[in-house]
C-alpha cells in the first residue's frame, strides 16, 4: 500500500527559507500536494504537481520532485510568522477517484 | 460567496448517542469526501462520494454511515459502534480528479 512520511517538526528564523521533505512509496503516483494547515481549521491547498514534472514556482513556494527517489519538498523563500503552521504532503494515483493518502504533517515553527 | 461550510464547529456527544455532521458546498462539485484527523496523525479517509446517491467506504468507514441525496451536501453520522470518536473531522470537496478543497471542521468529543 501507499505510505507517505515527513519529519515532525521544523524551526526556522523569520526571513530565512524553509525546506519542508516528503517521501512516499507509491511510484504510480500521479498528483502531489501541499497542503497548509494553521490551528483549528481546515487545509488550504497550497500547491500541487504533476508527476511529470521536476518543479514548481508559486510565488515564494518552489516544489521539487524526484520521482527516482520518490522525494517531494515544499520551499517557502523568506518565511515569515504567518508561515507557521502544520503542512501536509499528499498523493493521489490513478484509479483511486482522486483519493488522498496524507502524510502526518511536518509542524513548522517561525521564530523572530 | 462560495466555499464548503461544516457544522457545528464543536460537538459534544454522550457515549451511546449518534450524532450527525453537516458539510454543504456550493461550488457545484461532483466528489465529496470525510476525513478524521487525529492528534499527531494525517488525515484517514472514511468515506467518499464521487456523485449524487452513490457512495463508497474509505479506510476507516466502521462506525460511520453517510448520505448523498443532493450535491450540494454530504451528511456523516457517527454512530455508537465507533468506539473512539474523538476527533477533528474535515470535509472536503473536488471539482476534478487534481485537487480537494476542504471545509474549516468539526472538532467531535465524546463525554
Known amino acids: 500500500g501507499e505510505d507517505v512520511e515527513q519529519s515532525l517538526f521544523l524551526s526556522v528564523r523569520e526571513g530565512d527559507s524553509s525546506v519542508i521533505n516528503c517521501t512516499y512509496t507509491d511510484s504510480s503516483s500521479t498528483y502531489l500536494y501541499w497542503y497548509k494547515q494553521e490551528p483549528g481549521a481546515g487545509l488550504q491547498l497550497l500547491t500541487y504537481?504533476?508527476?511529470?514534472?521536476d518543479m514548481k514556482q508559486d510565488q515564494r513556494l518552489t516544489v521539487l520532485l524526484n520521482k527516482k527517489d520518490k522525494h517531494l519538498s515544499l520551499r517557502i523563500a523568506d518565511t515569515q510568522t504567518g508561515d507557521s503552521a502544520i503542512y501536509f504532503c499528499a498523493e493521489t494515483y490513478t484509479g483511486t477517484a482522486s483519493k488522498l493518502t496524507f502524510g502526518t504533517g511536518t509542524r513548522l515553527q517561525v521564530t523572530l | 460567496d462560495g466555499g464548503i461550510t461544516q457544522s457545528p464547529k464543536y460537538l459534544f456527544r454522550k457515549e451511546g448517542q449518534n450524532v450527525t455532521l453537516s458539510c454543504e458546498q456550493n461550488l457545484n462539485h461532483d466528489a465529496m469526501y470525510w476525513y478524521r484527523q487525529d492528534p499527531g496523525q494525517g488525515l484517514r479517509l472514511i468515506y467518499y462520494s464521487q456523485i449524487v446517491n452513490d457512495f463508497q467506504k474509505g479506510d476507516i468507514a466502521e462506525g460511520y454511515s453517510v448520505s448523498r441525496e443532493k450535491k450540494e451536501s454530504f451528511p456523516l453520522t457517527v454512530t455508537s459502534a465507533q468506539k473512539n470518536p474523538t476527533a477533528f473531522y474535515l470535509c472536503a470537496s473536488s471539482p476534478d480528479v487534481q485537487k480537494q478543497f476542504f471545509g474549516p471542521g468539526t472538532r467531535l468529543t465524546v463525554l
Open positions: 504537481i504533476f508527476s511529470n514534472m
